[in-house]
């Protein structure tokens, strides 16, 4: 669904597993630092709302959204967090490069959920200019970080209650 018909950050709290018990990495990328500082707080503030403890919540940095998925693979390696979410931020300017490094981080995401037993959650804007970004990082369209913490939530629940 497109963001213009949806808003980020409107879920139903009923409808959210309590994340009390578990442990949630969020790698974020400094690249598009003013939005993708904004995706973090909503992605932590969302954790924080649905019963994460914040000693729960490892935050870590990488220099931009193509090393999303190297972040992410050595955060779960060397940690056990439940889930990890990437955070980025992508613009599109006047060359390829908004198509390769968007290419390579979904594609990226894709291979560490089918290769870990951990959920990786895509938080990447992908937008074509910075108001677009803006918008979709606590703007008039919420915040994907919000949608991205739900999300992690969600798939920490699934793969406990397979579990049980």
């Keep these: 669904m497109a963001t213009a018909l949806k808003n980020l950050s409107d879920y139903d709290k009923s409808k959210v ?10 790698v974020v990328s400094e690249w598009n630092e003013k939005i993708t500082e904004a995706l973090y707080n909503g992605a932590f503030s969302t954790l924080v709302a649905n019963g994460a403890l914040p000693d729960n919540i490892l935050k870590k940095y990488v220099p931009g959204s193509f090393e999303l998925t190297a972040g992410g693979k050595i955060l779960a390696q060397n940690t056990d967090v439940d889930a990890v979410i990437c955070l980025g931020c992508v613009i599109r300017g006047g060359t390829p490069h908004f198509d390769y490094v968007c290419n390579g981080v979904t594609q990226g995401i894709t ?51 397979l579990r049980k």
């Design 17 to 26: 597993p309590n994340a009390l018990n578990m442990k949630f990495g969020i």
């Design 111 to 161: 291979e560490l959920n089918i290769k870990f037993d951990i959920p990786f959650i895509f938080g990447l804007l992908t937008t074509d200019n910075e108001q677009q970004a803006l918008d979709r990082a606590g703007g008039i369209h919420g915040n994907k970080g919000d949608e991205a913490a739900i999300t992690a939530i969600k798939m920490v629940a699934f793969k406990q209650s």
